[in-house]
């Protein structure tokens, strides 16, 4: 941008700058557009996993409610730190932190006990 700037005012500014000023501009604008090209899909790819990782805290809420709001034991026993788990998440999120482990709760990351065998 400021090699465009450069460029447009040498070329107002002289005659003789003219030709050198509007090929300077034609390189500038093309490295700049190149520069936006490029970059292009790898914020489509950060979009769409910001996108996917939105999605999933959705399904995780909708779930909570569709299967558990009527399960009083969940009610007094998990829903607390359920949804403290969904804001957890929901926190992450506006602060751009889009790892696989952003969808999981600490509580999914953690390994279960291992079930005794009768």
């Known amino acids: 941008m400021v090699l465009v700037a450069v460029s447009a005012g040498t070329g107002l500014a002289s005659a003789a700058g003219r030709v050198p000023a509007a090929v300077l501009a034609l390189v500038s604008g093309s490295v700049t557009a190149l520069a936006v090209f490029f970059g292009s899909e790898k914020r ?10 939105w999605f999933s805290l959705q399904d995780a809420a909708k779930n909570m409610l569709d299967f558990k709001l009527h399960d009083n034991q969940w009610l007094t026993s998990d829903a607390q730190q ?9 926190a992450r999120l506006i602060r751009r932190e889009t ?14 006990p291992p079930e005794s065998q009768h």
């Open 44 to 53: 489509s790819q950060t979009k769409y996993k910001e996108s996917a990782a």
């Open 82 to 90: 359920d949804v403290m788990d969904l804001r957890d998440k929901q």
């Open 99 to 112: 790892s696989s482990d952003v969808i999981r709760t600490p509580r999914e990351l953690t390994p279960s």
